[in-house]
């Protein structure tokens, strides 16, 4: 199992830009597809992007889309979310996940490994 921690969530105003970042350790990553996802209080778990696993697909959930941009770095075992135009509905624990083989998911649950999240807050 892969061990994944999430960094660079903090409180911004709307429309400004930040990138989360995700650092995985314990083994490569270079079979695994990887996505993001977040959850805000009382809500579900809710798919925002993902990309394959060498890099060369990436999806996006209709309320991200043209604003949240997905990359990875296999070298380094690391993963990014490039969030820009944030608004207020952003706000939300961030998570990145992994999935082996195969092709992208839009379920939480196709998802084997998992970090601790980060919190990202959009103030008006």
């Known amino acids: 199992q892969v061990q994944l921690v999430e960094s660079g969530g903090r409180l911004v105003q709307t429309g400004d830009s930040l990138r989360l970042s995700c650092k995985a350790s314990?083994?490569?990553?270079?079979?695994?597809?990887v996505a993001w996802f977040r959850q805000a209080p009382g809500k579900d778990r809710e798919f925002v992007g993902a990309?394959?696993?060498?890099?060369?697909?990436?999806r996006y959930s209709d309320s991200v889309n043209g604003r949240f941009f997905i990359s990875r770095d296999n070298r380094k075992n690391r993963f990014y979310l490039q969030m820009n135009s944030l608004k207020p509905e952003d706000t939300a624990v961030y998570y990145c996940?992994?999935?082996?083989?195969?092709?992208?998911?839009?379920?939480?649950?196709?998802?084997?490994?998992w970090g601790q999240g980060t919190q990202v807050t959009v103030s008006s």
């Open positions: 996940a992994l999935k082996l083989f195969g092709q992208t998911s839009l379920r939480p649950e196709d998802y084997s490994d």
């Open positions: 314990g083994g490569t990553v270079n079979n695994y597809n």
């Open positions: 990309i394959s696993y060498v890099g060369d697909y990436t």
